[in-house]
C-alpha cells in the first residue's frame, strides 16, 4: 500500500529557530511531491517537488526531494510565530489523486 | 490566483436531512475533489471528478454523492445526514497532468449534523 509518512507529528520551537520537516513515502512510479501549509483553513500549497536534489525555496522555507531514499524534507529558518500550522505533505498515485500525510503540526512560541 | 468558493464556511443541519455542499473553481481546471478533515485523520478523499459528468469514488464515499454537471461547479450530497458526518469539508481543483498537479482548496464547510 502506498503511504506518505511524516515527522515529527508535532514541533514546538521558539521564534528564530530553524526547524526540519520530514516526509517519506512508499511508490515505485513516483511522479512529484507536494508540500502544503495550513492554518485554520484550508492548506495553501508551498511546493511541488519532482527532480531530486534540486532545492527549492521560498523566503525561509525550501525544500527538497530525495527519490533514491524516499524523502523530502522541508526546512524553516528563523521561525516566525506566523509560521505556526500543520504542514502537510502528499504524493499523486496511480489515479492522479493525492495521497496525503497526517501532517506536522508545528507550533512556534514567541 | 485560483479562487475555489465554498457556499458555507458553518452549516447546521440535522439527522435525516438531505445536505448540498456547493463548490465553485474559477480556473478552468479539469479536476475537482471533495475531502473531509477530522482530528487525528488527516484529509480523506470522498469523491473526485475528472471531467463532467465524471465522477470517481474516493477513500470514503459511503453515504455521499456528487455532482458536476458543469466544469466549474463540484457538489457533494449527503443524502441523509447523520451525526458521524459531522466534519470539516474541503473541496479543491487541479489541472490534469500525469505528474500530478497541485490542488487548489476553498475555505472549508464546518458541517455540524445535529
Redesign the interface.
Known amino acids: 500500500e502506498d503511504k506518505v509518512v511524516q515527522s515529527p507529528l508535532s514541533l514546538v520551537v521558539h521564534e528564530g529557530d530553524t526547524v526540519t520537516l520530514n516526509c517519506s513515502y512508499e511508490v515505485t512510479n513516483f511522479?512529484?511531491l507536494?508540500w502544503y501549509k495550513q492554518e485554520k483553513?484550508?492548506?495553501?500549497?508551498l511546493f511541488?517537488l519532482?527532480s531530486s536534489g534540486i532545492e527549492k525555496k521560498s523566503g525561509r522555507l525550501s525544500s527538497i526531494l530525495d527519490k533514491k531514499e524516499l524523502f523530502s524534507i522541508l526546512n524553516i529558518t528563523a521561525t516566525q510565530t506566523g509560521d505556526s500550522a500543520v504542514y502537510?505533505c502528499a504524493?499523486?498515485d496511480s489515479?492522479?489523486?493525492?495521497i496525503?500525510?497526517?501532517?506536522t503540526k508545528l507550533i512556534i512560541k514567541p | 490566483d485560483v479562487k475555489v468558493t465554498q457556499s458555507s464556511r458553518y452549516l447546521v443541519k440535522r439527522t435525516g436531512e438531505k445536505v448540498f455542499l456547493e463548490c465553485v473553481q474559477d480556473m478552468d481546471h479539469e479536476?475537482m475533489?471533495w475531502y473531509r478533515q477530522d482530528p487525528?485523520l488527516?484529509?480523506r478523499?470522498i469523491y473526485?471528478s475528472?471531467d463532467v459528468k465524471m465522477k470517481?469514488k474516493?477513500d470514503i464515499p459511503e453515504g455521499y454523492s456528487v455532482s458536476r454537471e458543469k466544469k466549474e461547479r463540484f457538489s457533494l450530497i449527503l443524502e441523509s445526514a447523520s451525526t458521524n458526518q459531522t466534519s470539516m469539508y474541503?473541496c479543491?481543483s487541479s489541472l490534469?497532468?500525469?505528474?500530478?498537479r497541485?490542488?487548489?482548496?476553498?475555505?472549508?464547510t464546518r458541517l455540524s449534523i445535529l
Open positions: 511522479r512529484s507536494l483553513k484550508a492548506p495553501t500549497f511541488m519532482t502537510l504524493r499523486p489515479n492522479y489523486q493525492l496525503w500525510g497526517a501532517g | 479536476n475533489f487525528g488527516g484529509l478523499l473526485f475528472y470517481e474516493g474541503l479543491a490534469a497532468g500525469i505528474q500530478g497541485p490542488q487548489h482548496f476553498g475555505d472549508g
